[in-house]
Every structure is written in C-alpha cells, then in structure tokens.
C-alpha cells in the first residue's frame, strides 16, 4: 500500500469513530446506569446522643441507585461523588428502623431521574449505659526459682489519684452488649521472669462473656485506666533460733536445746529476706532459770513477712547440764534509798540465795562472797520495827571471787530489815 493511501485510511478511522460518539453522545441521549455501595452520610448525631441513643447497626451500608437521563449527565455520577444523607432526627424507636435518605452530589443530579433499588435503609438503634464489672488479672509470665507472686492489686486513676476500686471498672456502651459482659480482663506479660515486685504499670483489659469469649464490639467504651501493682516475694526456709544471756551460773556448756520445729519457710520482701537466715522466737535470760525448761512460745515474723507453713508457735526446751546447786545465807545486802532518823540504825536479816555452778566451786563459796541489793527508797516514812521489799533484780548478784564459775538464781529473794534505836543495837 501505497503511503498516501495509508493517511488516508488512518484519517477515515479517526473520523468514523468521531461521528460514532457524536451520534452515540448527541443522537441517542437517553441512557441508564446503576451505581452501587453509595455511602451513607449521617447528620444530627447529637440527637441520639441527647437521648442517650447510640446507631449500632446499619452505620456501615451502602445504597444503590439507577439513574436515568442524557448519558452527558450520567457520565458525571459515581459513588465517589454521590453520598446518601440521613438525618438521625427521624429515629423513632429503639431497635429497627427503617430510614429514608437523601441523594447529594454534583449538579448533574438534578437533570436525571433516580430510581432507589434499596429505598430503605435500616438503622439499629440501642440504648447506651454503663455497669460495673469484675476485674481480674491474666499473667502470662514466669517467676524465678524461690520466688512466687501475691494476689495483684488494681488501682483506678480517677483523674486526681490512684485508688483501690475493689478489682471493678466501668464499661460503657449500648445494653445488648453490656448484658453480654461478665468481667474485664487485663493482660500482663513480663519479658523475663520475675523477681522483684512490679509496682503501679498501667495495663490493657478487655471484656469477656460468661462463657469466656471475647466481646470485641467497636461501641463499648472502656471508662477507666487502670495500674497494676504485683507483689513479687522471696521464699527460704529460716531457722529458729534461741537468744541466751548466760548467768546465774551457766554457760554455753551448760546447756542443750531444741526447737521445734528446727525451721519454716517463709516469704517476704526480696530485699529484707535476703538478708535474714534465722528468726528469733525467744529470749532467755538463763540467770531466771531454775530447772530445766519445757514450753510452747508463739512467736511472729518480723518485718512483714509471711509464714508459708502457717506455724505460730513452738515447742522450746532447755536443759541443764554439768551444774549444782547451793543455798547460802548472807547480810550482806546494800540497802538503797534509806535515810534513817538521828538515833537510829537498821539490822538486815538473813536472806538466803540460790547459787549455781560446778561443784568443786560452790563448796568454796562462803556467805562472805555474795553480795546484793535492795531498794528501799519507796518507803517514805521511817518508823521503828521490821520492813521487807524484794531483792533488787535489776541488780546482778555478785559472787566475789567466783564469777567465772558461779552465779545466782534469780527469783523472788525477800530482804527484811529491822530499824532499831542505836542504843538497842548492842543488847
């Protein structure tokens, strides 16, 4: 084929499908078309929410339409620029209610008509409200070896503080759903195990059904946040231990003892238990101690920590070994607080002492060698005749020359003295 043939053909093309558009445009103007997934548009939301009416379905729907009119109109319509208005004003009712819309877009919708395939759009409509529910915590994590964790404690920021809100929170939205939810759920997952407690971390929850399924609907509102605080305690077996102050006569080699039980496990602050090996149930002062010793002591944990075997008490005795004992009767008392009248003097009877020790010592001790005191300083008014008061026990008995090896039993020594004129004194 020639070239200039070939422009001709070419330009004949071009010109038959011109005509063919100008006729298909201009000469046959009347056409139809449907558009689908018209959005909806919503306006007046305030009136729902001024009745404490919440649109819980129909909010995501789409209308079609078919539009008929001169294709030069048609050609600008499309669900990019045509949406569906409704005004929420015309709610009725709760529940179903089928709702009228109104076309908007371009110009070009006036000059067509509009055939609704969907005339009617369905909007479900509920009640919002609020309830109380349950809180409880889901730990997916580990504690270290010798560690365990306490019940979790929930705080509610308020706006102003945190506040222990008894494990519940607040969750809004519309009551078909809320009737669904049981309790809230919070999620707490450490990235290592844990050996310190976790204080005040603010924490994700989530709604649940009776049943366990998740209520995951896009209106209900979760109305407060919430901080976790985790109690992370230390666990160890401590023993119990006896404090001796040794006296009267005894020493470590003096005495044997037991408790039971010998030890308990217990939990407490990683920081304080660390630290602490034994805990002490009782004090003995072994100068008070007459003969052997056989009793049940309740004791407590110091510094908050938790008894895990639940023990409140233990069986403690005592026995005394290698040691006698020995009864001497001395004056030789030192009477405190006493002012005696001109004239007069005071006699101190005899008191005998309960001393203790090795044998071979106590044949040597003489009523010379035991020293006391007794405090007299209470009595106010000095008259003639025989006065008594208790052996000072917070005075040690001294054994003079002996006190590595003997000591006195302390107890309820009664010393008595006898005021006398001095003119009487050497008859």
């Known amino acids: 084929m020639k070239k200039g043939n070939i422009l001709i053909w070419a330009l004949s093309l071009i010109i038959a499908f011109v005509l063919w558009g100008y006729v298909a445009f201009y000469g046959n103007p009347e056409d139809e ?37 001169r294709r030069q109109y048609l050609a600008n319509i499309n669900n990019r620029n045509v ?24 110009a070009d919708l006036d000059s067509v008509d509009q055939y609704p395939i969907n005339p009617l759009v369905t909007l479900k409509v509920d009640k919002i409200d609020s309830k109380s529910v349950n809180l409880r915590l889901d730990f997916n994590g580990e504690i270290e070896d010798g560690y365990e964790r306490e019940a979790p404690r929930f705080d509610i920021y308020n706006g102003e503080s945190l506040l222990p809100d008894n494990y519940r ?24 195990p844990l050996r310190r407690s976790i204080v005040e971390v ?21 109305n407060d946040d919430v901080w976790l605080t985790l109690p992370i305690y230390m666990v160890k077996k401590v023993k119990l231990e006896i404090n001796f102050i ?36 009782h004090q003995a002062d072994l100068a008070y101690l007459q003969e052997n010793f056989n009793e049940t002591i309740p004791f407590f944990l110091p510094n908050g920590l938790k008894n895990l075997d639940l023990v409140e008490e233990a069986h403690v005795s005592i026995t005394i070994e290698g040691v006698t004992t020995k009864e001497v009767s001395t004056t030789n008392v ?27 010592d106590l044949r040597r001790v003489e009523p010379v060698h035991v020293h006391a005191e007794a405090d007299f300083s209470d009595l106010t008014e000095i008259t003639p005749g025989f006065h008594r008061r208790f052996l000072d026990k917070s005075k040690k008995i001294e054994v003079l020359g002996f006190e590595e090896t003997v000591g006195a039993i302390i107890k309820d020594y009664i010393i008595e003295i006898e005021i006398i004129p001095i003119s009487e004194a050497g008859s």
């Not at 649940?208 to 509102?221: A, F, K, P, R």
């Open 169 to 192: 929170v607040r969750v809004t939205g519309p009551v078909e759903v809320l009737d669904t939810i049981y309790e809230a759920v919070a999620s707490y997952s450490p990235h290592a």
């Open 83 to 106: 949406t569906a208005v409704i005004d929420l004003r015309g709610i009725r009712a709760l529940g179903n209610n089928p709702m009228e819309y109104e076309l908007q877009g371009p």
């Open 334 to 360: 030192f009477i405190k607080g006493l002012t005696l009248p001109e004239g007069y003097t005071c006699i101190v009877h005899p008191v005998t002492i309960t001393l203790r020790g090795s044998d071979n």
């Open 246 to 281: 040794y006296g009267g006569g005894l020493k470590g080699e003096n005495i044997s003892w037991k408790v039971e039980p010998e030890s308990i496990r217990v939990s407490g602050d990683p920081e304080i238990l660390e630290d602490t090996h034994t805990i002490l149930i």
């Open 33 to 69: 078309i449907i558009v689908d997934n018209i959005r909806i548009q919503f306006i007046n939301d305030q009136y729902l929410s001024s009745r404490e009416y919440i649109l819980v379905g129909g909010r995501d729907a789409t209308v079609s339409v078919r539009f008929v009119g």
């Open 202 to 222: 603010p924490v994700d929850y989530r709604f649940y059904t009776e049943s366990g399924q998740l209520v995951d609907n896009e209106y209900i509102i979760a």
